[in-house]
């Protein structure tokens, strides 16, 4: 795959994300009883540049419902907060495989 491949697989893959993340806050904005379930996430990171821990901790915070609070000192774990966690395993799961994994294909 080419890098503008890759970056052209990123955005669409942040769009479907915005989109599914938007319409997943919305819900429990105008839920009759809402139960929101916070968590702080541990993201283990397999990106290592600056530039990728950016790029990556970025499109976890334009997601709606979710925003990076901070990098590890050694560079090998995001903590992110999440509005709404069912299954915090799945959630960190999403989160590697939607963006992180396209963001190793974008930035070395």
Same mark, same amino acid.
């Given at each position: 795959m080419t890098r503008?491949?890759?970056i052209l697989a990123l955005v669409a893959i942040f769009v479907r994300e915005l989109a599914l993340s938007a319409w997943s806050v919305?819900?429990?904005v105008v839920a009759h009883d809402p139960k929101p379930?916070?968590?702080v996430?541990?993201?283990? *990171?397999? +990106?290592r540049s600056d530039a990728g821990i950016a790029?990556? !901790?970025n499109l976890v915070t334009l997601t709606p419902g979710t925003t990076s609070v901070h990098v590890s000192a050694d560079r090998r774990t *995001?903590? +992110?907060h999440a509005l709404d966690v069912d299954d915090e395993a !799945?959630?960190?799961e999403s989160m590697k495989r939607s963006?992180?994994?396209r963001v190793l294909k974008v930035v070395p």
């Open positions: 503008a491949a890759a919305i819900r429990l379930r916070p968590a996430l541990a993201v283990p *990171l397999d +990106v790029l990556f !901790a *995001l903590f +992110v !799945a959630a960190v963006f992180e994994s």
